[in-house]
């Protein structure tokens, strides 16, 4: 099972993208999802994780500009990225918490660029 995520692309500063997340298969009833992003050259970091029961937290530099959700029914995860700034610029990814390595899918682009 692999988590898929999309939505990503090029898009100006202040802009908006809107990122999904779909598991390839199975992976049960997870309390808490989350996305993650890692920069190049950086180490991955939580960005915005959410409970089944809707309880959402965020990293400092997005709060306020992202906004976490998710279908339990479906088990997809979305993330609504406003204001964009160049240094949101990362591979997204999504996965539970604790994160499950086998979990890891390849991840969607998001460029901040002008």
């Known amino acids: 099972v692999q988590l898929q995520a999309s939505g990503g692309g090029l898009v100006q500063p202040g802009g908006s993208l809107r990122l999904s997340c779909v598991p390839s298969?199975?992976?049960?009833?997870?309390?808490?999802m989350a996305w993650y992003r890692q920069a190049r050259g950086k180490s991955r970091e939580l960005v915005a994780g959410?409970?089944?029961?809707?309880?959402?937290n965020y990293a400092d530099s997005v709060k306020g500009r992202f906004t976490i959700s998710r279908d339990n029914a479906k088990n997809t995860v979305y993330l609504q990225m406003n204001n964009l700034k160049p240094e949101d610029t990362a591979v997204y990814y999504c996965?539970?918490?604790?994160?499950?390595?086998?979990?890891w899918g390849q991840g969607t682009l998001v460029t901040v660029s002008s």
């Open positions: 996965n539970a918490v604790p994160a499950v390595g086998p979990w």
């Open positions: 959410i409970s089944r029961g809707g309880i959402t």
């Open positions: 298969g199975s992976i049960g009833s997870i309390n808490v």
